[in-house]
T-cell receptor, first 108, second 114 residues
Framework: GEDVEQSLFLSVREGDSSVINCTYT??????LYWYKQEPGAGLQLLTY?????DMKQDQRLTVLLNKKDKHLSLRIADTQTGDSAIYFC????????FGRGTSLIVHP | KAGVTQTPRYLIKTRGQQVTLSCSPI?????VSWYQQTPGQGLQFLFE???????NKGNFPGRFSGRQFSNSRSEMNVSTLELGDSALYLC?????????????FGQGTRLTVV
């Protein structure tokens, strides 16, 4: 089955860009997702990318997909303290498999 | 529109007991999936229900079971609770299930087994 790996922590200064990386194993993943989880809350879908795309931009969010290396990244421009949360990437051919999540800490 | 509602939000149980958690999806969302979230393992898929039938199942022991009702509400049950079952249990609802439909998550039920 799918295996999804993420780094566990990322600390950035407010106003800087954040880049969260993810690698996956299932090349048949048709969609790849980024979810955000704030404390005490469920997961909220941030954005997704089709497997036949290389890049998707949505306001401050940019998703890059390198299918050859099975590498997915999420860039958050002008990171704010409100962006502090856990970010999960997810992939798979039917049931999404989630990474363990990257805790993004934004400090002033 | 109302979101996905999970009840209860918090639960404390003793080892050996059983527990039932509930998930009410958004109207029209017939696929309900359940996940166990722990700090060590991340999100682990338990099972998915669609139209009252279990359609997919993860690698959990038979102590974990679920069902879905005709109104798409779903329950999951854990029998003979173990300390390691302490986790946040999340349900996700979508219209048809699968990767090509957006899944909406509830806030989860925090289960503590003592």
């Amino acid at each position: 089955g799918e295996d999804v790996e993420q780094s566990l922590f990322l600390s950035v200064r407010e106003g800087d860009s954040s880049v969260i990386n993810c690698t996956y194993t299932d090349s048949s993943s048709t969609y790849l997702y980024w979810y955000k989880q704030e404390p005490g809350a469920g997961l909220q879908l941030l954005t997704y990318i089709f497997s036949n795309m290389d890049m998707k931009q949505d306001q401050r969010l940019t998703v890059l997909l390198n299918k050859k290396d099975k590498h997915l990244s999420l860039r958050i421009a002008d990171t704010q303290t409100g962006d502090s949360a856990i970010y999960f990437c997810a992939g798979g051919s039917y049931i999404p498999t989630f990474g363990r999540g990257t805790s993004l800490i934004v400090h002033p | 529109k109302a979101g996905v509602t999970q009840t209860p939000r918090y639960l404390i149980k003793t080892r050996g007991q059983q527990v039932t958690l509930s998930c009410s999806p958004i109207s029209g969302h017939r696929s309900v999936s359940w996940y166990q979230q722990t700090p060590g393992q991340g999100l682990q898929f338990l099972f998915e229900y669609f139209s009252e039938t279990q359609r997919n199942k993860g690698n959990f022991p038979g102590r974990f079971s679920g069902r879905q009702f005709s109104n798409s509400r779903s329950e999951m049950n854990v029998s003979t609770l173990e300390l390691g079952d302490s986790a946040l249990y999340l349900c996700a609802a979508s219209r048809g299930g699968g990767m090509n439909t957006e899944a909406f998550f509830g806030q989860g039920t925090r289960l503590t087994v003592v």
